[in-house]
């Protein structure tokens, strides 16, 4: 890292980053698991993660973040946390898998900082930009699908999934915050198209991952493939029982990933 701009990555990036964003209880780690096993079922080696966490130092800032601890400092705050996590984030997990020509598929990542802290936290877009181009500079997503829910029905699925534990720092944020967030990822979906997906949350789990494969194989693949391929053996690699998962290694194979077609320069949201 350099200290005065930010992370630096040297090597060429050989993989893909897709990334999961969306409101509160828009099934975004359900549909994270079933594209990682779509796409390991393809041959394609895959790594799943989740923002805040990912890696064993952001993990435990994540645990501070989602407690509250940092609410009462403000939003510059908050945001500056969720940065020094992604910055863990980044070095430690993300740039080596795509380095190797892994597809990482992220639960959250920096639009969720746009998003939360930034449309709706008063956290001006210029502060957001500057840790978003010291921090993820040579780690844009390729492809960022947007799970798009009603605030109630998500805060509602929320709910039931977290049964009697405490609610965490956003889920216990009133309804107009969370419709704040959600025009907030529709608006960035609107404003780049050609990195954004939306996809209606309020369809059914399988829907929801047929849409999703259908916009993954028509700008990331080179190959459609509209049948589910058998799922590959999967093992537990973070977060224990509610954590994220990774196929089981297989031989390497240099050449697996040699029909792809080059990846197109991603545009940066302004």
Aim: glycine share 8%; aromatic share 4%; charged share 30%.
């Amino acid at each position: 890292m350099n200290g005065a701009t930010g992370v630096r990555h040297e090597q060429q990036r050989k993989g893909r980053l897709i990334t999961f964003e969306g409101g509160e209880g828009s099934g975004k780690s359900t549909q994270v698991k079933r594209l990682v096993t779509r796409l390991a079922g393809q041959g394609i080696e895959t790594l799943a993660t989740r923002e805040p966490g990912g890696s064993p130092g952001a993990e435990r800032l994540r645990e501070v973040i989602l407690s509250g601890a940092v609410k009462p400092f403000g939003p510059e705050a908050e945001a500056l946390m969720f940065a020094a996590a992604r910055i863990d984030h980044v070095e430690k997990t993300i740039m080596p898998a795509l380095n190797e020509g892994c597809f990482v598929v992220c639960d959250r990542y920096i639009d969720s900082t746009r998003a939360y802290q930034g449309a709706s936290g008063a956290v001006s877009k210029a502060f957001v930009d500057a840790l978003e181009k010291a921090v993820t500079a040579d780690a844009m997503p390729d492809l960022t699908i947007v799970l798009d829910l009603d605030v109630a029905e998500g805060l509602r699925r929320a709910g039931l999934r977290r049964a009697d534990a405490a609610t965490d720092r956003f889920e216990a944020e009133g309804t107009a915050f969370h419709e704040k967030v959600r025009q907030a990822f529709l608006a960035m979906a609107a404003s780049d198209p050609l990195r954004f997906v939306v996809i209606d949350a309020s369809a059914s789990p399988d829907e929801i991952e047929a849409a999703v494969w259908r916009a993954v194989a028509s700008r990331l693949l080179s190959v459609r493939e509209t049948t589910p391929p058998s799922p590959p053996k999967l093992k537990v690699i973070e977060g224990g029982e509610s954590g994220f998962e990774k196929p089981a290694a297989k031989p390497r194979n240099r050449t697996k990933h040699k029909d792809m077609p080059k990846k197109d320069t991603p545009k940066d949201t302004p």
